[in-house]
């Protein structure tokens, strides 16, 4: 075979077919190539752009990524007002898809996993690493696991937005779409008026029941130590008593079994001074009782009104911080897989081992939801402003199974939950319905975190978990019966035979949480 050059090949193609030919096939060729351009350009996605709303724009309530189409919109009350590219994570570190909040953000942040990263303008979503933050954006999927935004849209975006605002990790796209539904909250108007006057009264009878409690206690510790002091005085007395009666009974043996009168007489005379002491004993025990009876019953008094009182200033606090949390706006996450129904409000205080704000979760429930094995899909309601008929509301759908209306339909919700908490209902409020459980992540510093178990998740789940850490307060903050048991690293409880199907992941020890979490 005869090796020609491409040049050689075209001058014997000319000569066989002609200049004509060749000009017919160039044409047919180039008019082939841009048909296949066009049908290229048609099958990709678009690529998503940078995008802020033609309108003045209010406080974000949530974001929403869509992994498909690697893209980030972000909604206040009216629709979306900021729209830019993102990169998600890569096979293996996929960023997990499904519910989650701000629980702490951070101007200026350094990975401490990876080579101390930069990573400005991070919004963390969960306290294992997953982040939404600034970063190089190569136009596809190209992180560990984090949402990585363009630079000046994470900085523009950075004092937008909240801690507790809620972030929906999507397989597909997503958006928020307008929904009425009986079983959503229906505030009070006339609650929603008295509630920050009757917050205020209840903070100022709670401080002074701490105060009456604190001197009941002062009062009380002092008590013990003189009641001490007359406790001995009378235990003395009491045995100096016994010793003369017991003295007396002898003198009176000694003089019955005399039998000469010398005997006799030294008998008597014993006897006359053992009564005189017992008698004498007898007085000074009388007197001392009654001196102290009237001491010891204050005492007793004092140690009773010391509980009293720190039983009202747990009563009080407790009245108090409902009354402050019920102007909060409440989220409700409803767990198939758990059967059980649980409520988030932020305290606004810092977590007392650093990072994020203490969120809490004193209401966990069991809740009734029709066809328990039938799958119900993840809903997230969001109440976005306040209307005629008490709050507006948006659905967003990012796994189906049930449509966003039959899964409330679904649910039969508790009465006395719904008393504590409707009346007061306020925008950012939320119900999230899923037939996932609540992630291992979710704890007292978070909101609610839920991931998707049907979605590959491999950048969760290659981080340590943070421990379930026990908050010990006055104010009632601890886990509930949730965070007890083994949960794989998903945050389905291991051997819970409702959970969803999926991956399966080996459990990951958790390990304690360190001032500086593990980066992304």
């Known amino acids: 075979m005869i090796n020609r050059s491409p040049t050689t090949r075209s ?60 893209h980030v919109t972000f909604y206040d009350a009216d629709g979306w007002i900021l729209r830019a590219p993102v990169s998600t994570g890569v096979k293996e570190r996929e960023t997990p898809a499904g519910v989650f909040a701000v629980v702490e953000k951070e101007k200026d942040h350094h ?10 303008n991070m919004q963390r979503i969960t306290w294992n690493g997953v982040a939404l933050h600034g970063g190089p954006l190569p136009g596809y999927a190209a992180s560990h696991g984090c949402v990585r935004m363009p630079y000046g849209f994470a900085e523009k975006l950075f004092d937008k937005t909240w801690i507790g605002m809620r972030v929906i990790i999507s397989p597909n796209d997503a958006e928020p779409v307008e929904f009425t539904h009986p079983a959503l909250f229906m505030p009070n108007r006339e609650a929603i008026a008295a509630a920050p006057a009757k917050a205020e009264a209840l903070a100022r009878e709670a401080v002074e029941a701490a105060k009456v409690a604190d001197e009941a206690k002062k009062a009380a510790t002092k008590a013990p130590r003189e009641t001490a ?29 005399a039998k000469t009168d010398e ?12 009564a005189a002491k017992a008698a004498e004993l007898a007085t000074q025990l009388d007197t001392a009782r009654a001196d102290a009876k009237p001491k010891l019953d204050a005492a007793a008094a004092a140690k009773d009104a010391a509980k009293a009182a ?28 758990t059967q059980k129904l649980y409520v988030r409000r932020n305290t606004h205080r810092p977590a007392p081992d650093g990072g994020g704000e203490v969120f809490d979760f004193s209401i966990e429930v069991p809740v009734t939801i029709r066809d328990p094995d039938k799958p119900i899909g993840t809903h997230v309601f969001t109440a976005v402003a306040r209307n005629d ?19 409330l339909d679904r649910i039969t919700f508790s009465l006395d939950v719904l008393d504590r908490i409707a009346p007061t209902a306020v925008p950012r409020s939320s119900i999230v319905i899923s037939d996932e459980p609540l992630s291992a992540e979710t704890n007292y510093r978070t909101e609610f975190v839920a991931v998707l178990s049907n979605q590959p998740q491999g950048g969760f789940i290659t981080r340590k978990p943070t421990a379930n850490v026990l908050v010990a307060s006055d104010e009632g903050f601890g886990f509930g019966s949730f ?36 980066g992304w």
């Open 229 to 257: 002091l007359l406790t001995s005085s009378l235990r003395k007395l009491e045995a100096l008593k016994g010793r003369a009666d017991a003295e007396l009974v002898t003198a009176d043996r000694m003089l019955a079994a």
């Open 310 to 337: 720190q039983t009202r200033k747990a009563d009080t606090a407790k009245a108090a911080r409902e009354a402050s949390l019920a102007l909060e706006p409440v989220s409700i996450y409803i767990s198939r897989a």
């Open 263 to 274: 005997a006799k007489a030294r008998g008597e005379e014993l006897k006359q001074r053992a």
């Open 483 to 518: 965070f007890q048991g083994s949960w794989d690293s998903q945050g389905n409880r291991i051997g819970d035979p409702r959970r969803r199907g999926g991956p399966y992941y080996p459990p990951v020890q958790p390990r304690a949480y360190q001032q500086a979490p593990p």
């Open 389 to 407: 008929s008490g709050l507006r509301w948006t659905a967003v759908t990012i796994d189906n199974g049930d449509g966003a209306r039959d899964a």
């Open 111 to 120: 990975s401490s996993m990876y080579d101390d990263a930069w990573m400005p």
């Open 11 to 70: 001058t014997i193609a000319m000569r066989r077919w002609g200049f004509p030919a060749i000009v017919t096939l160039a044409a047919i060729a180039a008019l082939t190539a841009l048909t296949a351009g066009a049908a290229a350009r048609q099958a990709r996605p678009a690529t998503p752009t940078e995008a802020t709303a033609p309108r003045d724009a209010g406080e974000p309530l949530m974001a929403i990524v869509s992994i498909k189409t690697q």
